[in-house]
Nanobody
Framework: QVQLVESGGGLVQAGGSLRLSCAAS????????MGWFRQAPGKEREFVAA?????????YYTDSVQGRFTISRDSAKNTVYLQMNSVTPEDTAVYYC???????????????WGQGTQVTVSS
């Protein structure tokens, strides 16, 4: 089992920045990908960003956050970050961290999920 705990959510004004953290523990964290997803009220959960856990450090983003959000990891701390810049009210959602142990692409099919952290962007 892998436990994922998100932190860093909160209220931020449009145009501001926020950094989310996801601390992983439990089973050796040798996932293929670590990802961030979000779910806004009344909408389905959507992919936001992902990073390859080892090797290439490749990163992946959904179009709406490309250039504004940055995903990174600290392997020594088993922690993944999501730096959110130039946020807009459309970024308001519960943000979830996830870990994937299969090599079938970074945008879905994750195995473990955190409880989520609320991000609210005021206009």
């Amino acid at each position: 089992q892998v436990q994922l705990v998100e932190s860093g959510g909160g209220l931020v004004q449009a145009g501001g920045s926020l950094r989310l953290s996801c601390a992983a523990s439990g089973r050796t964290i040798r996932a293929y990908f670590m990802g961030w997803f979000r779910q806004a009220p009344g909408k389905e959960r959507e992919f936001v960003a992902a990073i390859a856990w080892s090797g290439t450090d490749s990163t992946y983003y959904t179009d709406s956050v490309q250039g504004r959000f940055t995903i990174s990891r600290d392997s020594a701390k088993n922690t993944v970050y999501l730096q959110m810049n130039s946020v807009t009210p459309e970024d308001t959602a519960v943000y979830y961290c996830a870990a994937k142990y299969r090599a079938s692409g970074p945008r879905g099919g994750y195995d473990y999920w955190g409880q989520g952290t609320q991000v609210t962007v005021s206009s």
